[in-house]
């Protein structure tokens, strides 16, 4: 899907990496710029991790108070349980309480960093651990880069703007007090805000006089609620398979209205985990009566409608003067998903691809930025970036890709985290993490309900294991 990688490589110059530097260097040849960097979470960390390493100087504008962005786990929920309401208290985090990673802890970590089991009586040793392992782990990885100096918490960034000189205006605010917004000039901004916290809702005919609740999955957190009740939930990607199996041990009965189920997965679960859960394909509409009618004419009475049909990418506080659009879930033109070209490297964006393995992405995308910024990596003209991204989209339309999947990389993500690492001068993606990340597909496939307590991918595991060694303890203190 992702077309310009092969083509770029053989078609253009080869990139100006004129040497890698992990820490800053004491004399450097290099610039040293001042960088905003919005958000804490586990882009936002690594981005200030690497901008540091490369020289720059860096401020980390955090909302909450603490690091980890989605992985800080909340029992709270937002006042309008769809999150569709532009004036509600937003809620960061959309976890639900039971959550578990999706992926081995070995292929989900940095690079550099290690997510091991650190064997203390008050972590999650599994290897799939609950999502408090992974906050604690983002915890540490903060504390162990000195990263935290770096950071302003509870502090929203309201607004980023170019000002004259290609410098950008942030001015943010701590606490709820407009009296101390600050602006502060800087000359680059890394958006590193997350994209699941703003509910994308399934369109439903007939929903304003549907009589029961409905809910986006970003305010579902326990299944208590749903006690003895007749769910019906749209969606078929890992957050809806999780959520299902977690309603069904309470409910009366789940159904699932799926436009594409994923590889097979809920037909799994529907036919043989549990016996309250049907598969649908999508609602057609919803009645006065309470009835949900599906495509295929079968009908339930249900009390919620719940979508697990992600999310928005959302900048509140980003103008652009209209460089950089949102339309129809696509942020752009970006060139490589990161760099708007006619803002690069002033504006640049980490994390916002989807279906991959995030941190070793953000890792790369990160050595990228603060590469570019310095001007240790060239990056190719506005023109030639510009075109990069106009062949990138036609490959879209071509394949029929809708628009809302431009950031969806999927089976093109390695090569993808490759380049980047070309680019950087460093080594790409290891062997061991791109079989296992796959191992662990077929095993989600093949035994959804099991596939995070049960493999067969030992001796990949021992891979990795022998690699972590070679690593300093858990890479820190190597600011
Ligand atoms: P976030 O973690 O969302 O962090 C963004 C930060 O920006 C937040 O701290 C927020 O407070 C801050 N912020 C936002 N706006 C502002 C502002 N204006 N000013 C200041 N600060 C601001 N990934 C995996 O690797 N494995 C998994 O198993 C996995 N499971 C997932 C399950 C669910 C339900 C979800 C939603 C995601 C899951 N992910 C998983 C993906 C996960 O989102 C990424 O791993 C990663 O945490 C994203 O990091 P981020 O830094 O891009 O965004």
């Given amino acids: 899907m992702l077309i310009g990688y092969k083509k770029r490589l053989s078609s253009m110059p080869p990139p100006t990496i004129l040497y890698y530097l992990p820490m800053a260097p004491s004399i450097s040849l290099f610039k040293s710029r001042d960088v905003a960097v919005i958000g804490a979470g586990a882009a936002g960390l690594v981005a200030a991790r690497e901008l540091r390493r490369e020289g720059h100087k860096v401020v980390v504008f955090e909302r909450e108070r603490q690091v980890g962005g989605t992985?800080?786990?909340?029992?709270?929920?937002?006042?309008?349980?769809?999150?569709?309401?532009?004036?509600?208290?937003?809620?960061?985090?959309?976890?639900?309480?039971?959550?578990?990673?999706?992926?081995?802890?070995?292929?989900?970590?940095?690079?550099?960093?290690?997510?091991?089991?650190?064997?203390?009586?008050?972590?999650?040793?599994?290897?799939?651990?609950?999502?408090?392992?992974?906050?604690?782990?983002?915890?540490?990885?903060?504390?162990?880069?000195?990263?935290?100096?770096?950071?302003?918490?509870?502090?929203?960034?309201?607004?980023?703007?170019?000002?004259?000189?290609?410098?950008?205006?942030?001015?943010?605010?701590?606490?709820?007090?407009?009296?101390?917004?600050?602006?502060?000039?800087?000359?680059?901004?890394?958006?590193?805000?997350?994209?699941?916290?703003?509910?994308?809702?399934?369109?439903?005919?007939?929903?304003?006089?549907?009589?029961?609740?409905?809910?986006?999955?970003?305010?579902?957190?326990?299944?208590?609620?749903?006690?003895?009740?007749?769910?019906?939930?749209?969606?078929?990607?890992?957050?809806?398979?999780?959520?299902?199996?977690?309603?069904?041990?309470?409910?009366?009965?789940?159904?699932?209205?799926?436009?594409?189920?994923?590889?097979?997965?809920?037909?799994?679960?529907?036919?043989?985990?549990?016996d309250n859960m049907w598969l649908h394909p999508m609602i057609e509409s919803v009645q006065k009566d309470g009835t949900v009618i599906f495509y295929d004419g079968s009908v339930v009475l249900a009390d919620v409608i719940l979508h697990c049909t992600g999310y928005k990418y959302h900048f509140p506080f980003l103008d652009t003067s209209g460089i950089v659009t949102v339309d129809d879930n696509r942020v752009g033109p970006l060139y490589k998903h990161i760099f708007p070209p006619h803002l690069a490297p002033g504006l640049s964006f980490v994390g916002l691809l989807w279906k991959v393995l995030p941190f070793p992405m953000f890792e790369f995308q990160s050595k990228w930025i603060a590469g570019a910024l310095s001007g240790r990596i060239g990056l190719p003209s506005q023109e030639e970036m510009m075109a990069d991204v106009s062949a990138f989209y036609l490959s879209l339309e071509a394949s029929d890709t809708p628009k809302h999947y431009t950031h969806n990389l999927a089976d093109s993500q390695f090569e993808y985290d490759d380049w980047l690492a070309l680019e950087c001068g460093i080594p790409g993606v290891e062997e061991w993490r791109k079989k296992m990340y796959q191992a662990t597909a077929k095993n989600r496939k093949a035994r959804p309900d099991k596939y995070r307590d049960e493999w067969e991918d030992e001796d990949l595991m021992l891979e990795a294991q022998k690699d972590f060694a070679r690593c300093r303890p858990n890479g820190a203190g190597d600011n």
Wanted: aromatic share 8%; net charge negative.
């Fill in 71 to 274: 992985w800080v786990y909340t029992p709270t929920v937002e006042t309008d349980p769809l999150g569709s309401d532009p004036s509600r208290h937003i809620v960061h985090s959309s976890l639900y309480a039971s959550l578990r990673t999706n992926l081995p802890r070995e292929v989900m970590g940095f690079l550099d960093y290690p997510f091991v089991s650190t064997g203390e009586p008050h972590r999650d040793p599994r290897r799939f651990p609950g999502h408090r392992e992974v906050s604690l782990y983002l915890k540490d990885f903060a504390v162990g880069f000195g990263l935290s100096e770096l950071i302003r918490f509870e502090t929203e960034v309201v607004y980023a703007g170019l000002v004259e000189d290609d410098k950008w205006r942030v001015k943010s605010r701590s606490g709820n007090d407009a009296a101390i917004d600050v602006e502060e000039i800087f000359d680059a901004v890394v958006v590193c805000n997350g994209h699941y916290t703003e509910p994308r809702l399934a369109e439903i005919p007939g929903i304003d006089a549907w009589p029961g609740k409905h809910m986006h999955s970003h305010n579902y957190r326990i299944p208590e609620p749903f006690r003895d009740q007749v769910v019906v939930l749209i969606g078929g990607a890992a957050s809806a398979v999780d959520i299902s199996m977690d309603i069904a041990q309470v409910a009366k009965a789940v159904h699932i209205a799926s436009r594409s189920v994923e590889a097979g997965i809920l037909e799994k679960l529907s036919g043989n985990a549990v």
